[in-house]
């Protein structure tokens, strides 16, 4: 971090109505001054908008409204300037190009972020859950990302980290007192702390299947032997003919995947070839590709055709691709063709065959009949991921790591008050814990890990 002061667009590139151009830095305001037609911004007060031109000598590039706002009650807690121009992406470029020109330098990938988090306005968590706000595609990952924004997770780790770091200073203390061979944390009050972090910390975690699915969607995976009517499911879910629909067996040679929001939630609907055995090398390939997206995903909807009598193939296609992290809709499709009668026994035959539970719907994608419960019941597997006494929800990757690490760590903690071992070993196995924990928000972290993080911003933000 130094103390240039930086520039970006804030905007989408591209045509718009307006675009935003921020500065932040020290000599934000003097720059904005050097290149601004119009009142002296040097001498306004904070929070305040100003009508004018941006300017390069005696040339006019825009008619431009200026806001100014000064350290420290800003994003960054530097001053920070922003321009509002006609939505051009030349004007833009050109406004850039007057600004470094003037002072300025182009900002890096997630730059102001970094210096909000570099200057105490925001914690890590928080600086990733604007990268997660800005990349919500649906309600529920809003809301996370709002929570998290809010410092949902940070409060939760510094109550554990509060509560931990009291028991390493009388650790520590005892460390101290080493020949005298006295003791000041209560052994049995340290244990008992350790399982309440435990089980926060395992709630947490087990959270994290659900944040994952609210932020980048529930991958469903649609499988069945050809014709069966996968193609048309998708096109009936989306409401358009995004997949070809044909008798001929096999037009479904890749993958095609597309997002279905249903109550808030993101679903990543994976239409996939037909399972048969076959001897086009195009189609086993994408047969085979098929089994690959399975093996990716969170549910299968299985589809087998209401009218057929032997499903000996669908069983053999279906039992190998079971897991126990899988969850399984089977849907009896084309109902419309055939008498209630027969749904039931074919339900019967699939509870008989396959060993892991799963549920049964009966549906007919081209007369739209059931498509509802279909939707239900995917809605309702993100709804049985919730943790109900954990408001806090886990989405980041990151996060989770540094969960897992501080989870083992405190149980490296109990192990050693358990086996009576040294003071010295005790206070390291504590201090890992605090680190683990402290590298969610922050406290603890590196350069690496930061350059990882920020890369990952747009520039502007």
Do not use: W
């Amino acid at each position: 971090m130094n103390n240039d002061t930086i520039c970006a667009l804030a905007t989408a590139n591209g045509i718009g109505a307006l675009g935003i151009i921020r500065l932040s830095g020290e000599d934000a305001v003097r720059i904005a001054q050097k290149t601004f037609k119009g009142k002296n911004l040097e001498k306004q007060k904070s929070h305040t908008v100003h009508y004018g031109y941006i300017v390069d000598g005696d040339e006019i590039i825009d008619e431009i409204m200026v806001s100014v706002f000064l350290a420290p009650k800003t994003f960054t807690t530097e001053n920070v300037v922003e321009i509002s121009f006609h939505g051009s992406p030349y004007i833009g470029k050109k406004i850039l190009e007057v600004l470094i020109k003037n002072g300025a330098r182009m900002a890096k990938a997630g730059e102001f972020t970094m210096r909000a988090f570099m200057n105490g306005r925001i914690d890590l968590s928080q600086a990733e859950a604007i990268a997660d706000m800005i990349a919500s595609e649906n309600e529920a990952s809003r809301k996370v990302a709002v929570n998290q924004l809010k410092g949902g997770i940070t409060n939760e780790i510094s109550i554990l980290r509060t509560d931990l770091l009291n028991f390493v200073s009388l650790i520590e203390l005892e460390l101290d007192f080493a020949e005298e061979d006295v003791e000041f944390a209560d052994r049995s009050a340290l244990m008992a702390l350790i399982h309440k972090i435990e089980d926060k910390l395992k709630s947490l975690i087990d959270s994290f299947q659900y944040g994952n699915a609210v932020k980048n969607g529930v991958a469903v995976a649609i499988l069945g032997k050809p014709n069966a009517g996968k193609s048309t499911l998708l096109n009936a879910l989306l409401k358009e003919e995004r997949a070809i629909v044909s008798n001929i067996a096999g037009t479904t040679r890749d993958t095609i995947e597309e997002i279905l929001h249903i109550k808030g939630n993101a679903f990543r609907l994976i239409d996939t070839a037909g399972l048969r055995e076959t001897t086009d090398e195009i189609e086993k390939i994408g047969v085979k590709k098929a089994i690959e997206k399975v093996e990716q995903a969170d549910v299968l909807i299985y589809l087998a055709d209401a009218a057929t009598t032997d499903f000996t193939e669908d069983f053999l296609m279906l039992k190998p691709l079971i897991r126990t992290d899988l969850k399984i809709i089977i849907c009896a499709t084309k109902i419309d063709e055939v008498i209630p009668e027969q749904h039931e026994k074919m339900e019967a035959v699939f509870r008989k065959e396959i060993p892991q539970a799963f549920d049964f719907i009966k549906i007919s994608a081209l007369e739209n009949q059931n498509l509802q419960d279909l939707k239900n019941e995917l809605s309702s597997y993100v709804e049985q991921l919730k943790t109900a006494e954990n408001n806090v929800v886990i989405t980041n990757q990151r996060h989770y790591e540094a969960l897992q690490k501080s989870l083992e760590s405190v149980k490296r903690v109990e192990d050693a008050v358990t086996s009576k071992i040294s003071t010295e070993l005790l206070a390291y196995e504590l201090r890992n814990a605090l680190e683990y924990l402290g590298e969610i928000s922050g406290e603890f972290t590196n350069d690496e890990v930061l350059g990882n993080i920020f890369s990952k911003f747009c520039i502007g933000k």
